[in-house]
């Protein structure tokens, strides 16, 4: 068996180079266990093209979600240590939740926040900004976490969603008395002799690092900042790590031994391995999608599936062709256990065969065209299970790319389908000024940008990095100024619809500009997306004073619904 799964696996170089060259992607490094041995491993490209430097497989690259799984794993061993039980209110940890649901503020527990289940808004543009800066800082992930609003009951739906991480990493540090990181490195990673990976970026000036990149709309490479998040910021339990193939196997095979022994023994640890309530870990807890009878969940930090199946919601392929593939296996294997991650500059994948004892890792060092970390991890996959009906993965790698690099101008193209032609309704500085957000301490700044043919800027929380452009659009409406390329060189995710883009002022019932809508949040309502004009630079003085005027304007919003 092992033999063959080798003579599969060695043949897929040819099929991983094509994916690199479509995808514009510097380096591929992979590796794949069976059995607790490391069987396979192969890298490709460069992890510095200035320098034209390979990988290897101790090379580091930031994992990014894929942090997520070391996350669940820590929840476990506190649980096993007593520290709490998996039904334990978050709050009870925690006093100072406080969500904007009574109810969830009341039951959530970790295996809420662990499966996506909590219900509430995702809100990722509120941290994340140009740059890979990082607008909030860790002190606030309590009280942001407490102001996302509700869009679901607890448990009845699932929605990925960074803060139930972050927030899961308050509950490490509170029970530990150790930073997030700390509690990593001494409980994980150390006894796994995973010397290459850590939470706080030690690797930054490592020899042997690869360097992030963004891919352009031409595939030429476009080397980014390393992202900043690590341990002692904010989201560093959600995306921070940064790790090796040969480590993530180490990682991945004792996962497998784990389940494997915990579910003969029906105990919740094995002797000599520091991995605890890993059947727990890994079973289902939260379905995804429609009802079906080939099962898509998410475990605690793993997405299940059960084959034949599609991989769509893992990574951002599914956005870009015209159907995801379906993995057939060509033997008794059917679950499948995986994981990626998206950063700036990285797309990763990691995932478990448990009826075949293999694991994967599958590392890249950019970000777009398409996913190529996702399509070499299902080609892989589709070696191990020895599928009869092999899916062409170049080309859909292919087909990605070039409808991913296209994206960007299509939006424009059916914005200006959509416009009516009419001329901008006020004076420039007439919307110029600050407009908070009434439920968390962050602004925006809307200035008059002097030059030849005056217009906006948009600046997000007065940092100088994160100045963009609006332009005009109709009415009391300006769009973001940015191309596919000016949103890669930026280190932003280029994976955008069009309300990305859309920025909206609203007049009170005086005529006077008011608000500021932009409908960011996918899962949020877009007229519940706002922020409230500010006459004083002391936020904390003037919020009350807001609230109250926005509550007496509330019968002028319903024109807004409409148009939004």
Not at 351 to 372: K, R
Not at 397 to 422: G, M, Q, T
Request: aromatic share 10%; charged share 20%; net charge negative.
């Amino acid at each position: 068996m092992k033999a063959r799964l080798v003579e599969r696996l060695s043949a897929l170089g040819p099929i991983i180079e094509e994916i690199r060259s479509a995808t514009g992607a510097p380096s591929v490094t992979i590796g794949v266990s069976y059995r607790g041995e490391t069987i396979h491993q192969a890298n490709f490209g460069f992890r510095d093209v200035g320098e034209q430097l390979p990988p290897d497989t101790d090379t580091v690259y930031g994992i990014g979600s894929i942090t997520k799984v070391f996350t669940a794993t820590a929840i476990g061993i506190l649980v096993e240590e007593g520290s709490l039980n998996w039904t334990t209110p978050v709050h009870e940890v925690l006093p100072g939740l406080q969500s904007t649901s009574d109810f969830i503020t009341k039951e959530m527990t970790v295996v809420d926040l662990l499966s996506h289940r909590t219900g509430l808004a995702t809100s990722t543009e509120w941290w994340y900004g140009s740059g890979g800066v990082l607008l909030l800082h860790k002190n606030q992930t309590l009280p942001y976490f407490n102001a996302l609003k509700q869009v679901g009951s607890l448990r009845s739906r699932y929605d990925y969603n960074n803060w139930n991480y972050a927030l899961l990493g308050e509950v490490i540090e509170k029970l530990s008395d150790q930073s997030y990181g700390s509690f990593i490195k001494e409980k994980i990673l150390d006894p796994l002799g995973m010397d290459r990976t850590s939470v706080s970026h030690i690797f930054n000036s490592d020899e042997n690092l690869a360097l992030p990149y963004a891919i352009l709309d031409d595939l030429t490479p476009h080397q980014l900042p390393i992202p900043q998040s690590e341990d002692g910021k904010i989201m560093a339990p959600a995306q921070a790590i940064q790790s090796t193939t040969n480590d993530l196997l180490k990682y991945t095979q004792g996962l497998l031994y784990g389940y494997h022994d915990q579910m003969k023994s029906g105990s919740s640890s094995t002797p000599g391995i520091v991995l605890k309530h890993v059947v727990k870990q890994l079973g289902e807890h939260m379905s995804r999608g429609t009802p079906s009878m080939l099962q898509k969940a998410y475990c605690l930090g793993l997405h299940r599936h059960q084959l034949p199946n599609t991989f769509d919601g893992l990574g951002c392929n599914a956005m870009f062709v015209g159907k995801m593939p379906i993995l057939t296996p060509g033997s008794d294997t059917r679950l499948v256990l995986s994981h990626g991650g998206s950063l700036a500059g990285y797309s990763t994948f990691m995932g478990l065969l448990p009826e075949l004892d293999c694991s994967i890792a599958v590392l890249v060092n950019s970000i777009g065209l398409g996913d190529p970390a996702g399509w070499v991890y299902q080609l892989i996959i589709e070696a191990l299970i020895d599928t009869p009906r092999p899916n062409d993965y170049a080309s859909l790698a292919k087909e990605a790319a070039e409808n991913h690099a296209s994206s960007v101008a299509n939006i424009a193209e059916e914005l200006k389908k959509k416009k009516v032609d009419k001329v901008v309704s006020k004076p420039l500085l007439e919307y110029a000024g600050k407009y908070l957000d009434l439920a968390q301490d962050f602004f925006v700044e809307i200035k008059v940008k002097q030059s030849a043919k005056p217009q906006l800027q948009i600046i997000f929380q007065g940092l100088d990095s994160q100045v963009w452009d609006l332009d005009h659009y109709q009415e009391d409406t300006f769009l973001l100024h940015a191309s596919f390329n000016d949103l890669a060189k930026r280190a932003m995710f280029t994976f955008v619809d069009e309300d990305y883009f859309r920025f909206q002022f609203h007049c009170d019932d005086a005529g006077k500009i008011d608000r500021l809508y932009w409908a960011h949040d996918p899962v949020v309502p877009a007229n519940e997306q706002f922020f409230v004009r500010s006459e004083s630079k002391d936020f904390t003085v003037q919020r009350p004073i807001l609230k109250t005027c926005l509550q007496r304007s509330n019968k002028s919003k319903a024109s807004v619904d409409s148009r939004i």
